[in-house]
């Protein structure tokens, strides 16, 4: 796949992403106008809850995502039973929720899978993608379970990451999510964000998701990119022209 090509599909797979502390409704309204390109529109918005009717407001047609449980990971139900109902009737399109990893990673896979459970139940038919905090997992094999307990409990995207720790997404996490989501014989899509600036950076996920999956595979409704500044990159690649 060329460049070009190559860079009009990530830019139409972007979760195109403002999770800034300093975040304000006037620079969230002015970040939600890169959405719109001359190459076609990102997949979603991904803003803090607070945000989605900001977004909504301006532009009805532009899918919204929203953070749960972000960023620490929390293994406490009452904060799904709190921010997904109150993220739904804000207008989110989709939950991106994240994982108690910290549960996962002292053994107790019951309440994790039990904490999925509640958490598909609350989203309903929304989107829902579970961040599984890949660099904060111990191992590859600890990164397949936590996959597997996202497909078992019917997520509809495992994320890599919230891109709040020191270590976010890798090709190496990537590979071990895709080949355990590929050999549960689910229709589970996968994320990567964190960390990921460039047209490089992200065309490396392209390339490993089209070799274990295969190109078709490779549109928003299986293949998200969560970023910032990706776009600006993606832009200049395909004015250029190569």
């Known amino acids: 796949m060329d460049n070009v090509t190559a860079a009009k599909l990530l830019l139409n797979c972007l979760d195109l992403t403002s999770l800034h502390d300093n975040d304000t409704a006037k620079s969230i309204r002015d970040f939600s106008e890169l959405a719109y390109t001359p190459y076609g529109n990102v997949a979603a918005l991904c803003v803090y809850p607070r945000f989605i009717t900001t977004v909504k407001e301006q532009h009805k047609d532009l899918k919204v995502a929203t953070v749960i449980n972000f960023p620490a990971g929390e293994n406490d139900v009452e904060i799904?039973?709190?921010?997904i109902p109150t993220a739904i009737s804000l207008g989110a399109d989709e939950l991106?929720?994240?994982?108690?990893?910290?549960?996962?990673l002292s053994g107790d896979e019951m309440s994790v899978?039990?904490?999925?459970?509640?958490?598909r139940k609350l989203c309903g038919k929304k989107i829902m993608k579970v961040i599984i905090e890949s660099g904060e997992l111990s191992s590859i094999n600890m990164i397949k379970?936590?996959?597997?307990?996202c497909i078992e409990t019917e997520a509809d995207f495992v994320k890599t990451s919230t891109g709040k720790t020191k270590k976010s997404a890798t090709p190496e996490a990537a590979n071990a999510i895709m080949e355990t989501i590929k050999a549960s014989g689910k229709k589970v899509g996968f994320k990567a964000s964190g960390g990921i600036k460039t047209f490089a950076?992200?065309?490396s996920y392209l390339v490993l998701a089209s070799g274990i999956n295969g190109s078709d595979w490779v549109r928003s409704e299986n293949f998200r990119i969560g970023a910032s500044s990706l776009l600006k990159d993606l832009l200049i690649t395909i004015e250029r022209g190569y």
């Not at 991106?96 to 996962?104: A, C, F, R």
Request: proline letters at 4%; zero cysteines.
């Open 201 to 203: 950076d992200a065309k």
């Open 145 to 149: 379970r936590a996959t597997s307990l």
């Open 96 to 104: 991106d929720i994240v994982l108690p990893y910290k549960s996962l």
């Open 113 to 119: 899978s039990e904490y999925l459970r509640q958490a």
């Open 80 to 83: 799904l039973n709190h921010e």
